[in-house]
């Protein structure tokens, strides 16, 4: 028998489908049975886990090119500290200063935050802060250091932010696949890099982009081939995306009559088959 948690993570896909709308079945939903909910309810559990493993990986060399960005144009690690701190409002402020003050206690930040208590050098002050405090100071950076690049990847890590905080959380991702929910235009950078997966038209490419999570989910594995440099790392994402699609397409015949669905599932399929890291 289902726990009722289960059950809840089951009737979330069901939104995946449609529902007769007349007849002796009226009110149900068409073409849906049980194994189906399960298999979709593994494969969103399999991609939270990939997803939030390849956001590990970007938020740590994120840190690794800002350290090596301060040094390179000879930052003060104190000063750049404190100067963002000071930009933010109050109520930013008040926020940061609670988000670094919860490592007080912690059995691993600790002993960073007690031999540092008011002033943080730039190292310290990356371990003790939230991957979204960290997409904020990206920004920051990107416009202190007026690094155009910078500023294209600080809006496209703020998507990152968005679906990894979703798989932190254990949020169902592909419960809902429908066109048009993302709020913010695709970066014109992934767009280019979609564009050059000849089988998928524009038309194609721009339909399934419109849809927030996979949205999301495209320019996650965009910024990560942009940000994550070592070879060893990048063969262990593609080990877990190549894995990850096996258990997607594993039985793609139960969608045959759902399109919203299967076509996501293939399009997924290209944009992984095409991702191309330096292995």
């Keep these: 028998m289902l726990k009722p948690a289960e059950l809840l993570d089951f009737l979330y896909f069901a939104h995946g489908y449609e529902k007769y709308e007349d007849g002796d079945n009226e ?27 390849l956001s590990f990986d970007i938020e740590h060399y994120t840190k690794i090119e800002l350290l090596r960005l301060a040094e390179d144009l000879g930052e003060d690690g104190y000063a750049i500290c404190e100067d963002f701190i000071n930009s933010q409002t109050e109520d930013q402020r008040n926020r940061l200063m609670n988000e670094i003050n919860r490592n007080e206690n912690s059995v691993y930040c600790g002993d960073l935050f007690s031999r540092y208590p008011e002033n943080f050098p730039l190292w310290v002050f990356l371990e003790l802060i939230p991957f979204g405090r960290l997409v904020s100071f990206y920004g920051f950076c990107a416009i202190r250091f007026k690094d155009k690049k910078m500023k294209n990847k600080y809006f496209m890590l703020k998507t990152c932010k968005d679906i990894r905080n979703a798989a932190a959380h254990s949020s169902c991702i ?21 564009a050059r997966i000849k089988s998928v038209s ?31 790392v990048q063969e262990k994402a593609v080990e877990r995306l190549r894995k990850f699609e096996e258990r997607m397409m594993r039985n793609i015949e139960y969608y045959q009559d759902n399109d919203m669905i299967r076509t996501n599932f293939e399009f997924l399929k290209l944009v992984i088959d095409n991702w191309h890291l330096n292995v």
Excluded: P, W
Excluded at 28 to 48: E, P, Q, T, V
């Design 202 to 232: 524009k038309n194609v490419r721009e339909k399934k982009m419109s849809n927030a999570r996979v949205q999301q989910i495209v320019t996650l594995l965009y910024v990560y081939e942009k940000i994550v440099t070592s070879k060893g």
């Design 27 to 53: 009110g149900k939903y068409i073409s849906l049975g049980f194994g189906y909910l399960k298999d979709l309810a593994i494969i969103d559990m399999d991609l939270r886990y990939m997803l939030a493993q």
């Design 174 to 194: 592909i419960n809902d696949l429908k066109v048009d929910t993302a709020q913010y235009d695709t970066s014109y950078e992934v767009l280019h890099k979609l």
